[in-house]
């Protein structure tokens, strides 16, 4: 069964099924996309003819300057519009960003990881990130039982505060298999010194949360990678295209956003280049 709604595309209406009437309503889609924007995010090309027939047009900028029809070249589907004369394709520039994202989640593979805490920072090894953090080296002989049995009742502040580091191509990942601690403000505010720093933590009952510090400074909070393009908090071009094509991938997302090129997903799920300890400090406050 099929519900006439209003496109948000400058459409009468057109008919979508009902279990899809969450996209959009009598004025549109709340937040200001579009239903050919939406069916694309959600991957659901087989609506989109019925929405192109009633006159919705798949050109039309919706978010950062990208229109359906240009973001559709980036994606999975390419041929999904006719590229009309005149409308520009995907540039040199953008076409590298694909091809590299491709290469990333091949790379990272499938990542599950609830409870994972990680910062990815540009343009300094794991060495520098260590002594950024003022963090002491963890012995073999107190990471062994953790590393086999995070979730075991320890110490659990001493324990919170151990995490991995390791280099990687464009700079080093901050990696807890077990908690949020990477994505501290005090943490990532010394890590970003000179530099810029995008935090994750995989919470089990709200979802990937984001942040991004520059120089020390938090310019993102509640950010959502993985999440796709939002009008609220991918507002550049460059920001939307990371989003749609590291959709349902968050780790990918966060090293992506500061240009790290990990080759593996060592850094990410160990075992790092060092476990380390960061010193007493209270790293809520900013």
Known sequence: ?????????????????????????????EDGTTALWEVLMDDQ?????ELVADGADPWRPVLGGWSPGRLSLAGPTPELFALPEGEPGLTAAERAVVLEAERLRAALGELHGEG???????????PEAIRRLEATPVE???????WEDPWAVREVDAEMRIVGVTTVPGGCVVTQPW??????????????????????????KSGNQGSLVRDGVVEGGDLHPGGGPDPYDTLTSEDVLLAYLHRNHAV????????????DARAIIGPPDAWVELPVRDYWKT
């Open 116 to 126: 994972l805490g990680l910062a990815c920072v540009a343009g300094i090894d794991g």
């Open 140 to 146: 073999d002989s107190r990471m062994r039982p953790l």
């Open 179 to 204: 908690g949020y601690a990477p994505q501290m403000p005090g943490v990532q505010e010394r890590l970003s010194v000179g530099t810029v720093c995008y935090g994750m933590y995989a919470n089990a």
């Open 45 to 49: 090309p087989e609506f989109v003819a």
């Open 252 to 263: 990918a997302h966060a090293c992506a956003w500061v240009g790290l090129r990990p080759t």
């Open 1 to 29: 069964m099929a519900a006439r709604v209003d496109s948000g595309d400058g459409v009468d209406g057109a008919d979508i099924p009902e279990s899809f009437g969450y996209l959009l309503d009598d004025d549109g889609a």
